[in-house]
């Protein structure tokens, strides 16, 4: 939700700011004719674009009666590896800035490495588009993971990840995988997720670098699982790390914001970043990676569990 958020956000500043450029008078748009504005998650069934009709005008909807609050638009997605195509549903939702919003949603199941294309078709035929392909990673081990590094007093513990051929992703997070020795009501065997943001750098090469602050994260786990523990879900049974891993939310390859900031104010800029041919804004797709390594009992034990099989 927040990638849709900062879309609708880039969204509103075009609109406003084209009030004065020529491409937006309709008889002399250089074939443009709707600004899209939305993305495909494979983490969900419900998907959101936003339409905005290229007129003399800048889009400002501030009833539900207004002029500009019916738009002629149909909008549809197709599926290009079987040809199934999906009519949109449409909305006019409030945004926060108060205004309203043409919103298009529908209702259906991404699949990774497939290539989407959506389709905004005026009543006179006139059409933009645009496509993305979903992201995927089939590979079991991507990351190269560098070795792990122990402070002195064993305090600190802290480890490279690098993905390659991976230059644009939007989210981070840690993963540790949790159990206990409990076999009945109270048992824990989950994972815990801590939240890293776009932490890190784009390397040279066209990768992603960044460094998984283990010791550090095991604040945010004992304090999740304490919180459970205070609700009743899990007892008390001594803690067991199995696993450490890396989850990432991936943009497609067309995703790739100047010098990798997502800076509304840049992105905002007609022909900055865009893939809607007849047309402005954008429309992507976003995936998702996971891997994960076991860890030994004594790492388990360094950083104040339990050790595992064997005993300790």
């Not at 002629?72 to 449409?90: K, M, N, P, Q």
């Amino acid at each position: 939700m927040k990638i849709l958020s900062l879309m609708l956000m880039i969204g509103l500043l075009l609109a406003t700011a084209a009030c004065d450029d020529a491409f937006i008078d309709p008889f002399d748009n250089d074939e443009r004719y709707y600004t899209i504005y939305g993305f495909l998650d494979v983490r969900e069934t419900e998907h959101a674009v936003r339409v905005i009709p290229v007129t003399r005008f800048p889009e400002r909807i501030t009833t539900t009666t207004g002029p500009q609050s019916s738009i002629d638009a149909t909008v549809t997605s197709t599926d290009l590896h079987t040809g199934e195509t999906i009519l949109w549903r449409h909305s006019l939702d409030k945004l926060s800035d108060g205004t309203y919003g043409h919103i298009y949603r529908a209702t259906f199941l991404v699949q990774t490495g497939r290539t989407y294309r959506l389709e905004v078709k005026r009543s006179d035929g006139k059409t933009a588009s645009a496509e993305t392909r979903v992201p995927y990673i089939s590979e079991a081990a991507y990351y190269q993971r560098g070795p792990v590094e122990i402070s002195l007093d064993s305090s600190v513990v802290t480890q490279e990840i690098y993905i390659p051929n991976v230059p644009s992703l939007w989210n981070i997070e840690a993963v540790y995988l949790m159990s206990n020795e409990a076999f009945a009501e109270g048992t824990l065997n989950g994972r815990f997720f801590i939240p890293y943001g776009r932490s890190g750098v784009r390397t040279d090469d066209g990768g992603w670098r960044f460094t998984l602050q283990i010791s550090e994260d095991q604040t945010r786990v004992r304090a999740e699982i304490d919180s459970f523990r205070q609700a009743g879900v899990y007892d008390n049974s001594p803690l067991i790390l199995e696993s450490v891993g890396v989850q990432i939310r991936i943009l497609d390859t067309n995703w790739n914001p100047p010098e990798g900031v997502f800076d509304p104010e840049v992105l905002a800029q007609p022909g900055t970043l865009s893939n809607v041919k007849n047309g402005h804004g954008f429309w992507g797709s976003v995936g998702l990676y996971r891997q994960e390594w076991q860890v030994s009992p004594a790492f388990s034990r360094m950083l104040g569990y339990r050790g595992g099989d064997d005993g300790s």
